[in-house]
């Protein structure tokens, strides 16, 4: 637990130094501010995360995979699970993780599009809430969104019989590369912009303005966008208005954990300030 805390403290400060200086020098939309209104908030995310929302995570994708492990007759025991299974466990660690990140990101990528859906959308608006977009947002993720998505991800992978190592040993580049694309960074990668997703292409994911509803949905490849018609990126523009169209969520981590639940009675007197479902969450239902 300590040595989670502290590779997150140091994550936090070499990226808070790293990004400070990229969006000095590369802003999408200039003099934007860095102590802006919830950075704390989602500065508690970023410790929360990894010490309370990852450890149930791995609860629940061992909840997912085992029972399957047990009627594949695999053994259960540590070095066993760790090492992987069948053909692809005789795979470098390296391929595995990269044939993981591909997988990953595909299925990431539907797992993404489901959570713009009128059943998960109450979750993911937490994430989509922030009105002023940079590398610690990508952060703000409501518990339920993010344990969803690591068992839809994670689990397939194992049942694969990919080495839980051979993930694990990317999860810090990807944890950065996340912050990469919310930060507040004018980058497109011009002709490679197909090929990864860069900051400008995922920050129009973000946009409150309709011509963003139901885009760019994927984390790395933007291929995958391309593929199934939701890839959008239009030339020389940079997104300038982000947050939720018509919906409001206080900037308070209590508020946003029970905002799924805001209908319930003993519930909708302490959040009064939340609206119901609006015209932006259907048009992105729509989209799909």
């Known amino acids: 637990?300590?040595?989670?805390?502290?590779r997150a403290l140091v994550l936090y400060i070499l990226l808070t130094v790293l990004f400070g200086i990229l969006e000095r020098f590369y802003p999408s939309i200039p003099n934007q501010p860095?102590?802006?209104?919830g950075?704390?908030?989602?500065?508690?995310?970023w410790f929360f995360?990894?010490?309370v929302i990852q450890i149930l995570s791995m609860i629940s994708i061992a909840l997912v995979v085992l029972p399957l492990y047990?009627?594949?007759?695999?053994?259960?025991?540590?070095?066993?699970v760790l090492a992987g299974y069948g053909p692809i466990s005789q795979l470098p660690l390296w391929v595995q993780g990269a044939i993981a990140i591909v997988i990953g990101d595909f299925i990431g990528y539907w797992t993404h599009r489901w959570h713009h859906t009128r059943q998960l959308w109450d979750y993911h608006a937490v994430h989509h809430s922030a009105e002023i977009v940079d590398w610690l947002t990508a952060v703000r993720l409501h518990p339920v969104n993010d344990i969803i998505s690591r068992v839809m991800q994670a689990s397939p992978l194992l049942i694969l019989g990919i080495s839980p190592i051979a993930v694990e040993v990317y999860v810090p580049f990807l944890s950065s590369y996340v912050a990469l694309i919310h930060a507040n960074i004018s980058w497109t990668y011009g002709p490679f912009r197909y090929v990864l997703a860069s900051p400008a292409f995922h920050r129009w994911h973000?946009?409150?303005d309709e011509e963003g509803w139901g885009k760019n949905f994927a984390g790395l490849f933007p291929i995958y966008d391309v593929i199934f018609g939701t890839f959008y990126m239009p030339r020389g523009r940079q997104p300038k208005n982000f947050g939720l169209y018509g919906e409001t969520i206080t900037e308070n981590f209590m508020a946003q954990l029970l905002y799924p639940f805001r209908h319930w009675k003993f519930l909708s007197k302490w959040l009064?300030?939340?609206k119901p479902v609006t015209e932006y969450q259907e048009e992105e239902t729509v989209n799909l």
């Open 272 to 274: 009064n300030q939340s």
């Open 1 to 6: 637990m300590k040595g989670r805390l502290v």
């Open 34 to 37: 860095k102590w802006r209104r």
């Open 49 to 51: 995360t990894p010490m």
């Open 206 to 208: 973000h946009t409150m």
């Open 39 to 45: 950075v704390w908030l989602d500065s508690f995310y």
């Open 70 to 80: 047990l009627l594949l007759g695999r053994s259960l025991q540590w070095d066993s």
